[in-house]
């Protein structure tokens, strides 16, 4: 049967060969099969406002805004395994990260601006960062195993050692729009940032330079596709 359903959140990943969405009005995450079907939904915390895959461990990390935990759902099993509590200070988990190396997962809070790593063999938490604001997305590469976060409050990119939990340096952004979110391109270390009036910023990893920026209003069709594939758009 298909359940027809609206979602706050666009985040939508795949794994298994099945789409993860998040639904935030329902406190739930949503696992479809490939013809669109429903085929459960998962209670987690509350808000569900943003996830990722583990795959070495078959986990999906669902980061919930509202309460402040992260929930641990077994990809096969369909249930909430554990339930960890990510940041003490308030209310407001909006972005995750997965370090598939080192088997970290990393949180954003918006409010109190704190940046904290959960290993994921015992769930603990670290407190990285604190009363910054880390607003424009966070990811992790696999090319050169740096954590990659945007810092509203310096307007820079920030790069952090996920193992020491050290911030290793940061590239400035200023002048060149409000970044809205970013994607990594894994295999040319390319990280290309949605900025504020359709804007796309490129950064070098390997250099930690902005290579270019342009607007995507104007562009061909094929090349808009491209950029919007990138962006799970």
Known sequence: ????????NVTGVQTCALPIYTN??????????????????????????NLVIDYNNSN?????????????VDNFAYTVTQTVSADTFTTNLQNIAWDSINNFMFVCDEVS???TRIDTTGYTATTLSTSQQYTGGIQFSTYDGLLYVYNNL???LEYWDPVSGVLSGSTSLTGYGTPINFVIDNTTN????????????????NFKTVVTQFNIQGRSEEHTSELQ???GI
């Open 1 to 8: 049967r298909r359940r027809h359903t609206r979602f706050r």
């Open 24 to 49: 935030y009005s329902a406190n739930t995450v949503n696992f479809y099969d490939l013809s669109g079907y429903e085929i459960t939904g998962v209670t987690v915390g509350t808000g569900p406002s």
């Open 60 to 72: 999906t990390y669902v980061v919930n805004r509202d309460d402040n935990t992260v929930s641990i």
């Open 113 to 115: 601006g704190n940046l």
């Open 154 to 156: 310096t307007t820079s």
């Open 190 to 205: 390319l990280l290309f940032i949605a900025a504020e009036n359709n804007y796309i910023i490129q950064v070098d990893l």
């Open 229 to 231: 594939s990138r962006f």
